[in-house]
């Protein structure tokens, strides 16, 4: 069974951002399972790091819209989208320095971030989005 499953209540009523939403959850889904599976350190690490780069291509998305249509809330949801890149950062460097490996706190981490941010920070901006057109 996936680690997180996607549901109608993960949806924020925009078919664009649903869908980078599902490809991170699949994402985080397949690094679960090469975890799961007990597959070798530079397989987990490359999956996380295409895990970062589509992370930070979603936010800058999300943000691009905030930005063309003027939320109100950009600074306090892009403060979210850094202190997560920041901690995937810190998590790379540890890595390459040989100081630590992916284990099961980290998937917990990614899947409480990510749930905790589409249901309260994501959820926050669908009235505004949908009302300027966005699909
Ligand atoms: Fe969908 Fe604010 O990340």
């Given at each position: 069974m996936?680690?997180?499953?996607?549901?109608?209540?993960?949806?924020?009523?925009?078919?664009s951002i649903d869908e980078q939403?599902?490809?991170l959850i699949?994402?985080?889904?397949?690094?679960?399972?090469?975890?799961?599976e007990g597959q070798a350190d530079d397989i987990l690490v490359k999956?996380?790091?295409?895990?970062?780069?589509?992370?930070?291509?979603?936010?800058?998305y999300e943000e691009a819209l905030f930005s063309q249509y003027g939320y109100e809330e950009t600074q306090a949801h892009k403060n979210e989208h850094e202190a997560l890149i920041n901690q995937i950062v810190n998590?790379?460097?540890?890595?390459?320095?040989g100081d630590f490996i992916i284990g099961i706190e980290v998937m917990v981490f990614?899947?409480?971030?990510?749930?905790n941010h589409i249901?309260?920070?994501?959820?926050?901006?669908?009235?505004?989005?949908?009302?300027k057109g966005v699909t």
């Open positions: 996936p680690l997180i499953q996607w549901n109608k209540q993960l949806s924020v009523g925009i078919a939403h599902k490809k699949n994402m985080i889904n397949a690094l679960n399972d090469a975890l799961a999956i996380f790091d295409a895990l970062a780069v589509y992370t930070v291509k979603h936010f800058g998590l790379q460097q540890k890595m390459n320095d990614l899947k409480e971030w990510l749930l249901l309260k920070t994501d959820m926050a901006y669908t009235q505004f989005l949908l009302s």
